[in-house]
């Protein structure tokens, strides 16, 4: 891993051109679990091309009965200190781990149908998604309302041992098989990497060479489906005031894979 890379991605990302003309933002999906850095992440993303910490998505408390049941869809543009880019973060309400039986059809429709741009911005997830004939539903969405690329944000330090991981790991994987066959790429972000090793939280250049980080994405990997080549650790900005380089290119480097399996699905909905 070159360490050095901040400046190039950052100019590369802010340089980008979308291969499609019909698109013109191109959405990326956040989702995990409540509480895995979903919000944190697009923080990180918006502070590091602003240069200084981001405070615009804001976290979904583990228990609190807001995050259970209204969290809206809220999209975040990514912006520079020059020029707004061409890419937008969606931050959807994050999975909860209750019994497969009793949540899991309508809570993954919701996100299905937030994938395929049939839910219209602002709208709160309740108990139920929007019906096809509802006021709330996209009938006939756009490319640009549509999702290009599917983040899932996964906790590096629970999940081996979080006792609700299999119940997440359920709702995550029927996600994956209903949008494959749509050809949308899926990246896994590897949160917390320092809260998982030691080794790592003395020295964030010890990422790559951590044998807890290597198992961590190849169990990862094995329960998502997801090969190990996108999936990418990172440490988000959380309590810090100041932004630092070693976070800002793990960062980058997670966010360019995104933008490039991103405009790799758009420009293959060109062509068809």
Same mark, same amino acid.
């Given at each position: 891993?070159?360490?050095?890379?901040?400046?190039?991605?950052?100019?590369?990302?802010?340089?980008?051109?979308?291969?499609?003309?019909?698109?013109?933002?191109?959405?990326?999906?956040?989702?995990?679990?409540?509480?895995?850095?979903?919000?944190?992440?697009?923080?990180?993303?918006?502070?590091?091309?602003?240069?200084?910490?981001?405070?615009?998505?804001?976290?979904?408390?583990?228990?609190?009965?807001?995050?259970?049941?209204?969290?809206?869809?809220?999209?975040?543009?990514? @912006? !520079?200190?020059?020029?707004?880019?061409?890419? $937008? *973060? /969606?931050?959807? &309400?994050?999975?909860? %781990?209750?019994?497969?039986?009793?949540?899991?059809?309508?809570?993954?429709?919701?996100?299905?149908?937030?994938?395929?741009?049939?839910?219209?911005?602002?709208?709160?997830?309740?108990?139920?998604?929007?019906?096809?004939?509802?006021?709330?539903?996209?009938?006939?969405?756009?490319?640009?309302?549509?999702?290009?690329?599917?983040?899932?944000?996964?906790?590096?330090?629970?999940?081996?041992?979080?006792?609700?991981?299999?119940?997440?790991?359920?709702?995550?994987?029927?996600?994956?098989?209903?949008?494959?066959?749509?050809?949308?790429?899926?990246?896994?972000?590897?949160?917390?990497?320092?809260?998982?090793?030691?080794?790592?939280?003395?020295?964030?250049?010890?990422?790559? @060479? !951590?044998?807890?980080?290597?198992?961590?994405? $190849? *169990? /990862?990997?094995? &329960?998502?489906?997801? %090969?190990?080549?996108?999936?990418?650790?990172?440490?988000?900005?959380?309590?810090?005031?100041?932004?630092?380089?070693?976070?800002?290119?793990?960062?980058?480097?997670?966010?360019?894979?995104?933008?490039?399996?991103?405009?790799?699905?758009?420009?293959?909905?060109?062509?068809?």
């Amino acid at each position: 891993f070159d360490w050095r890379e901040k400046e190039m991605l950052k100019r590369r990302l802010e340089k980008f051109t979308l291969s499609n003309p019909d698109v013109k933002n191109m959405k990326i999906l956040v989702a995990g679990q409540i509480g895995a850095g979903k919000s944190s992440f697009i923080n990180s993303v918006l502070s590091v091309f602003q240069g200084e910490i981001v405070n615009e998505a804001i976290a979904e408390d583990l228990g609190s009965a807001a995050s259970h049941s209204s969290t809206k869809k809220v999209t975040y543009r990514i @912006r !520079s200190k020059d020029a707004d880019l061409p890419f $937008e *973060l /969606c931050d959807i &309400k994050g999975l909860e %781990p209750e019994k497969i039986s009793e949540c899991q059809i309508e809570d993954i429709f919701s996100h299905i149908s937030d994938i395929f741009g049939h839910v219209k911005k602002g709208y709160k997830f309740k108990e139920k998604s929007p019906t096809s004939d509802g006021e709330h539903y996209n009938q006939n969405p756009s490319l640009s309302d549509q999702v290009f690329c599917l983040v899932y944000i996964i906790d590096a330090s629970t999940i081996q041992f979080a006792a609700d991981d299999k119940i997440i790991t359920e709702k995550l994987r029927k996600i994956r098989q209903t949008i494959n066959d749509k050809g949308i790429p899926q990246v896994i972000v590897m949160s917390k990497v320092d809260e998982a090793s030691y080794l790592v939280k003395n020295d964030l250049k010890m990422v790559y @060479r !951590s044998h807890i980080i290597k198992e961590r994405m $190849e *169990l /990862c990997s094995a &329960k998502m489906g997801v %090969p190990v080549s996108h999936i990418f650790p990172v440490k988000n900005y959380h309590n810090e005031i100041n932004t630092n380089d070693n976070v800002d290119v793990l960062i980058l480097k997670a966010f360019d894979q995104i933008v490039r399996s991103a405009d790799l699905c758009q420009l293959d909905r060109l062509t068809q």
